[in-house]
């Protein structure tokens, strides 16, 4: 099944906090800390995205499969064209391994060329919960361009990937 892609004005605000706390309620429950301080910068973010749905609203989508809604994506154009990064992008459980996930980053992808970007960028840890974005990361087309180990908090071991993008035809 296709993903169909809306603003998140469709759904009350709150709705993209939730969906963070559902993709992540794993990793947040076998590892309290530091994990359970992310969600403070998930509810800023719903903030952000229903208060401002002009700026930061505008770059983010709901994604649907069919009725239910089952994942986030979110991107940050400011750099352009030079580079766009890749936010937020979270599948809910009864949803993974649909390539849903993927199907979200083409899309961020899709809206990257359209703005004539001409790369794009985005980090995630190297911790193993993010195993399958990686892969699906590495999947679509991007390259590992490096990496930070922090020892006391696994948040900041991450992995940076970027892509080189080219010009939609038109």
């Not at 992310?38 to 509810?43: I, K, L, R």
């Not at 899709?110 to 399958?132: L, M, N, S």
């Not at 892969?135 to 390259?143: A, K, P, T």
């Amino acid at each position: 099944m296709t993903l169909r892609f809306g603003p998140p004005s469709a759904c009350p605000p709150g709705t993209v906090a939730r969906l963070l706390r559902e993709s992540y309620a794993a990793l947040i429950v076998s590892e309290p800390v530091p994990w359970e301080e992310e969600t403070q910068g998930w509810d800023r973010f719903d903030s952000d995205v229903y208060g401002m749905p002009e700026t930061v609203g505008a770059c983010a989508a709901l994604s649907w499969a069919g009725e239910e809604l089952v994942g986030l994506l979110s991107f940050d154009p400011r750099r352009a064209p030079e580079v766009g990064i890749i936010g937020h992008n979270c599948i809910v459980p009864p949803y993974r391994g649909r390539a849903y996930g993927k199907a979200q980053i083409e899309e961020v992808l899709r809206r990257f060329r359209e703005r004539g970007i001409r790369a794009a960028r985005v980090t995630t840890c190297q911790h193993p919960f993010f195993e399958p974005a990686r892969r699906m990361y590495v999947s679509v087309g991007f390259r590992e361009t490096g990496r930070e180990n922090h020892e006391a908090d696994p948040r900041k071991r991450v992995i940076h990937y970027e892509l080189e993008l080219r010009a939609e035809r038109t």
